[in-house]
């Protein structure tokens, strides 16, 4: 059996999903279990736990032959990451108290770096707070979501119009959909090893803007313009769309980061996912049609 943090989100929800789909069991670690009926319909165990919790995630870790273990995304942390740095202390006691023979990470692309990562600093905490278990594990460090492209899906319908932050727009970043990290992850922990692992995790192929921009111009049957949006700009722009006034630096330093090439993949270690077949051209389809991409 094995342990996944998740199972409701996308991320997890994949790794859940490819376990019972190779006939291993699975316990499903949520916060509301009336919340995951349907992974229970589909096989999985439910265990209850909270993130502050640190009596019940060692129970949900225990007797397991691996964990999946990913922190929650927050996108206005405070200062310093403070969620994050209270997150992961539990986390390291239940592991400690646990000891899985093996977990694997959910991470980032860039999560090496100590500086400059913005919204990625959560996973270099990650790395660094659980880096030391002494158990086997592996750090899954993805790229930028397929998904990140959904919130376009209304502009691109509307005004045939996608305003990027990411520059220059013919420059090609690694992308990622979330189903395939989920299924590097449960591939991953069915794997045997020894000692640390830091696996990147990209698509098939990169990405540009205007790679993305033509593939919703082909599922819309319509020109879709690509317009850059300054950076003075952001904070404005992400206001509107719900980010609270004063909250948005990190993310303005996570985008520079991939602007300026400081986040980008350094290892030899890169696992491709998927297949040419089925690239950009068809994520951007399912996801005009509202529809999730594989």
Not at 44 to 64: I, P, R
């Amino acid at each position: 059996m094995y342990a996944v943090i998740g199972i409701t989100g996308k991320v997890g929800g994949g790794v859940a999903s490819t376990l019972l789909a190779k006939g291993e069991k699975v316990r499903g670690i949520v916060r509301n279990p009336e919340k995951a009926v349907e992974w229970q319909k589909q096989g999985a165990e439910l265990f209850k736990a909270d993130y502050g919790d640190v009596d019940a995630l060692t129970a949900a870790f225990t007797g397991v032959a691996g964990v999946f273990v990913m922190v929650p995304p927050n996108f206005v942390p405070a200062p310093g990451f403070a969620e994050t740095k209270a997150t992961l202390k539990v986390l390291h006691e239940a592991l400690s108290r646990a000891l899985p023979s093996k977990a694997v990470y959910l991470s980032s692309i860039g999560a090496e770096q100590a500086s400059g990562l913005g919204l990625i600093t959560s996973s270099h905490l990650l790395e660094e707070t659980l880096g030391d278990l002494p158990f086997s594990h592996a750090f899954l460090r993805a790229g930028w979501f397929f998904e990140n492209s959904a919130g376009d899906v209304a502009s691109v319908r509307n005004e045939g119009k996608i305003r990027f932050q990411l520059h220059p727009f013919d420059r090609k970043f690694p992308l990622v959909a979330t189903a395939d990290i989920g299924k590097v992850g449960a591939e991953t922990l069915t794997q045997s090893w020894t000692g640390p692992r830091h696996i990147e995790v990209a698509g098939p192929e990169g990405y540009s803007p205007l790679d993305i921009a033509n593939a919703f111009a082909d599922a819309v049957g319509r020109t879709v313009e690509a317009i850059d949006v300054p950076g003075v700009e952001w904070e404005t722009l992400w206001v509107s769309q719900g980010m609270p006034e004063g909250r948005t630096a990190p993310r303005v330093e996570m985008v520079d980061g991939f602007n300026s090439g400081w986040l980008q993949f350094r290892l030899d270690s890169l696992w491709r996912t998927g297949n040419r077949a089925c690239g950009w051209g068809d994520a951007a389809s399912r996801a005009t049609r509202n529809e999730p991409v594989p």
